[in-house]
Nanobody, 124 residues
Framework: QVQLRESGGGLVQAGDSLRLSCAASGRTFSSYAMGWFRQAPGKEREFVAAINWSGGSTYYADSVKGRFTISRDNAKNTVYLRMNSLKPEETAVYYC?????????????????WGQGTQVTVSS
C-alpha cells in the first residue's frame, strides 16, 4: 500500500514556473513507477508525465514536452514535476499516481494509487 500526498500547487501567472512535489509513504518507493496527471473542470483526467522506478526513463505528453520535467528522489520518497512557461489552459488539479512496476506507465488506468491532488491555477 502506498499513500501519496501532493504539494506545491498555487496561483501563478502565465509564463511562470512551479514545482510540484508528491511524497509517498512506505519503504518500497523505489519499486514504483510514478506519474503525474491533471484534470481541468469538466474534462477528463489526462496524462502529463511519467518516470520509471530508477528515474532513468521518463515520458511526457506532447503538450508539455520541453517545458515540464519529472524527477524523483528515492531517498526522500518523493517525485517532482517542474513546470515552466505555464499556460492558462493548464489550470487544473494535478495528481500523482503510483504503480508497482519496472517500466514507465503513461495511461490513467495503469496506476493503482492516487493522491488527492493539488490545484494549479494559471492566470492570463
Amino acid at each position: 500500500q502506498v499513500q501519496l500526498r501532493e504539494s506545491g500547487g498555487g496561483l501563478v501567472q502565465a509564463g511562470d514556473s512551479l514545482r510540484l512535489s508528491c511524497a509517498a509513504s512506505g519503504r518500497t518507493f523505489s519499486s514504483y513507477a510514478m506519474g503525474w496527471f491533471r484534470q481541468a473542470p469538466g474534462k477528463e483526467r489526462e496524462f502529463v508525465a511519467a518516470i520509471n522506478w530508477s528515474g532513468g526513463s521518463t515520458y511526457y505528453a506532447d503538450s508539455v514536452k520541453g517545458r515540464f520535467t519529472i524527477s524523483r528522489d528515492n531517498a526522500k520518497n518523493t517525485v517532482y514535476l517542474r513546470m515552466n512557461s505555464l499556460k492558462p489552459e493548464e489550470t487544473a488539479v494535478y495528481y500523482c499516481a503510483a504503480v508497482r512496476t519496472l517500466g514507465v506507465v503513461a495511461v490513467t488506468g495503469g496506476y493503482d494509487y492516487w493522491g488527492q491532488g493539488t490545484q494549479v491555477t494559471v492566470s492570463s
